[in-house]
């Protein structure tokens, strides 16, 4: 979808080269747009309402968006973004920082199944990354009742953002294959893995926790937010912030 509202914001002024016929052009918002200026390059921005709601729970910060166009229309799928308590745009967590995202269409997807929501995992080390490393989210040993499961982990592949930085990488992996994994427990071990080779064994080049509780708390937190936004939608022209938005992000 593309968008030419924005020439009836501003009256637009266009000079023809030197040595033709000089003239300037106005127009106005009454005007019908002539052929040629129907083939104007696309605008920088676009302007569109903004709908959030935002609730601080104990483990983390969880926000919701929905897009509206000028003309108030639901301009396309529902928002979700989580981050830690403390977070820091400016800095984040070395050797690794973990962000939730979710979109969906409300109309199409009423419920939110958590295997949808994707666990961002952002690595920053010291040393370099290899091409490709494992992530390995594992339960303690032993595993109870018994203690006879000791060798299974969830993993996720990490890359290095660019050739010339490979300081710092990212992965991704399902919430819900997380969650299931993690039945039981409120934290789990993570390691990232310099998968082995011919010349050795497997290298750790980092390790932590995962703050399992604090997913769970997100998604807990869904439904009444879900809520919150609808209320809150039902006049977006109203309730909602209008603002600019790059076309590069929008399509």
Partial sequence: MRYRHYLNLIPLLLLVPPGADARIIRIDNAQTLSPDLANLPEPPATWRYTCDVERVLTRGTIRLSRLY???????????MHWNHKGYDPSRPDRPLNVELSYI?????????????????VRVGLDTDLP???WLQIQRPFPVKPHGIIDS?????????YAAYDKKNGHGELPLGDLLAYAEGYDALDWALVRPSDRLGGDKELARGKLDIAAFREAVAALPALRKALAKKTAAPKTHCKRSLWPNHILY
């Fill in 69 to 79: 166009t000028d003309e108030g229309k639901l301009d396309g799928g529902d928002f």
């Fill in 104 to 120: 969906w269409e409300p109309q199409s997807q009423p419920a939110i199944a958590p295997r949808e929501i994707n666990i961002q």
């Fill in 131 to 133: 091409e490709v490393a």
């Fill in 152 to 160: 299974t982990a969830l993993s996720s592949q990490v890359f290095p």
